[in-house]
C-alpha cells in the first residue's frame, strides 16, 4: 500500500532515458524537475478541494449578482452565503429545511453541473499523478472524495439555516465525489485501456446500447418539454411577469428553472411512457402545483397524447442500430438488448426516484411519477424497438472471389 500512495517512480519515469547533466545541461535538469508527477494522495486532494470550490463559485455568482441587483437589499450578505450553501448541497442530494419544512424534490441540475466538475478534477489528479494503474486511480479518486466530502461538511456548518447535518454532508458528497472521480481518472488515456477496455465485449455492448437508448428517451423527453413550451407559451408567460418583474428576480427564475430542468425532463419521460405525474395521489392537471414556469409547460393533455409511447420504441430502435453497427445481431442481439432494455429501466426507476418528493404540505407532500410503473414501460417500450433492429441475423456478404471459385 505504501508503494502505490508514494511510489518512488512512474511508468513514464522508468521507460523515460536517464539523463546525465553533462549530456543537455542545467535545461534538462530544470524540466526533469517541473514534471515530476505530484503525489496521488496530494493531487486526489486538491482536486477534491478545488471541485468544491469551483462548484460553489459556478452557482454563487449568479446568485451573489442577483443580490447585488436587487432593488431593494433587506437581507445580510451571510443569509445569500448560507442560500448557496444550501442550493450546492441540495443538488447532491442532501435536502435542506426551509421554514419547518424539509424539501426533497431537490434541484438536481446543480448537481449535475458539480458531477461534470468532479469528473473533471478526477481526469486532472489522475494526469497530474501520472496514475498508470487503476489501484492508483482509486487512490486518487478516494483521497479526492475526502477533501470533497470534508469541504461540503465545512459548508453545512456555516450554513446553519438549512439544516444539513455536517456529517451527513460529508458521507454523501463523498460519495458522489468518488464515484466522478473514479470515473474521471479511469478514463484517461493512461487507464482507460486497464478499466473500460478489460470489460468483456457482451457488456460494453450492453451498455453501449442502454446508454444510446436513454439517451434518445432523454432527447424525446426534451423535445416534449419543447412542444409544451410552444403550446403553453402564454400562460408560461404570465407566470415569467409575475415571478420576474425585475432582473435581480429574472436571474433567480432562470437559474432555479436551470436546477429543476432534469426533474421537468423526467417528468416528461413519464408522460411519453404513458405514466403521468401525480401530486399526492391526484393527477398533476388537477392538483394545486406551485406557480412555477417549468411546471407550467409540461405538457399535460397533449394532443394524441397516446401515440407518445412510440417515441420510446424509437429510442430502443437506436439502441438496436447500434447493437447492429456492432454486428451484435441474432439471437446475441437478442440477449443483449433483454440485457439492455433492463438496464434501461433500472436507470428510468433511479431517475424517477430522483424527480419525485416534498415542494411542502398537504397536496405537495409527495409530487412525481410512479417509479416502478415508468421502469417497466421503460424496459418493455425500449426492448420491443431493440428486438425491431437488431434481432434479425445479419446478411451475409458473399465476395466475388467466393462466387468464382463455388
Known sequence: MADVVARPGTAKERVAPRVTPGDAGPQAASSTSTQAPLPLVVAGALAGVAAAGLGLVLLGVPILLAWLLAPDVDQPWYVMVEVIGGAWLAGQGLPPRIDGVTITLLPYGFGLAAGVVLVLAGRWAARASSAARPVEAFVVAA????????SAAVVAALARAIAVPPTRALATTAAVAAVAMALGACTTPALRGQTVGRLPSAVRAAAACAGATMAGLVAASALLLGAGLVLQAAQVGVLVDLLADDLSSAILVAGLSMGYLPTVIAWCTALLLGVGVEASGVALESAAVPAFPPLAALPVGLPGAFALPLLAVAAGM?????????????????????????????????????????LGTARLSHVGPDPAMAGAWAAGLTLIGTLVVAAWPARRRVRLAEVVDG
Open 143 to 150: 483521497t479526492g472524495a475526502v477533501g470533497y466530502g470534508l
Open 318 to 358: 437506436l439502441g438496436g442500430g447500434l447493437l447492429r453497427r456492432r454486428r451484435c445481431t441474432g439471437l446475441r442481439g437478442v440477449l443483449t438488448g433483454l440485457v439492455a432494455s433492463l438496464l434501461v429501466g433500472a436507470t428510468t426507476v433511479l431517475l424517477v426516484l430522483l424527480s419525485s418528493g416534498a
